[in-house]
């Protein structure tokens, strides 16, 4: 999982750069790429653009290690690059579901996904 990653992350970086008009790159990350081991810093610990999550922590999740790695990898080949390197860390993304079943884990959030799948979406006025 990790090779895929980072192949993935080092072919459309090197096709930035070999375009050769490409001034901003945006890369959606995670947010377990800063911060899987909130219960290791604690409640209060206020991360900063500095913070990766600890190495004590990606043993316990591949998805957080992958994560991790790809931005760091990314920010490494952006070094001396003409493209500005930006980066977003998401704790969650919604859209459209793309199976009609959802998984176990997903279930809490069935009420909205549901409307987002063509109905009103909620906390907004119609």
């Known amino acids: 999982m990790l090779a895929t990653a ?3 992350t080092r072919i ?4 930035a750069t070999a375009a050769g008009t490409v001034s901003k ?11 899987w081991d909130w219960w290791e810093r604690g409640r209060n610990y206020v991360y ?3 913070d990766w999550t ?5 043993q316990l999740n591949t998805y957080a290690y992958c994560k991790r790695e790809s931005e760091r990898l990314a920010y490494k080949i952006a070094e001396g ?4 390197l930006v980066t977003l ?3 969650i993304v919604f859209g ?3 199976t009609p079943k959802l998984a176990k884990s997903l279930s809490v959030l069935a009420p909205i996904v549901e409307h987002m799948n063509g109905k009103k979406y909620p906390f907004t006025s119609n």
């Not at 459309?12 to 096709?15: E, H, P």
Request: glycine share 6%; charged share 10%; aromatic share 2%.
């Open 6 to 8: 980072l192949q993935g």
């Open 12 to 15: 459309v970086l090197d096709a």
């Open 25 to 35: 790159v945006l890369l959606v990350s995670s947010i377990v790429a800063i911060m």
């Open 48 to 50: 900063t653009e500095q």
């Open 54 to 58: 600890l190495d004590s922590s990606v």
């Open 81 to 84: 690059q003409t493209w500005k």
């Open 89 to 91: 860390n998401p704790g």
């Open 96 to 98: 459209p579901v793309a």
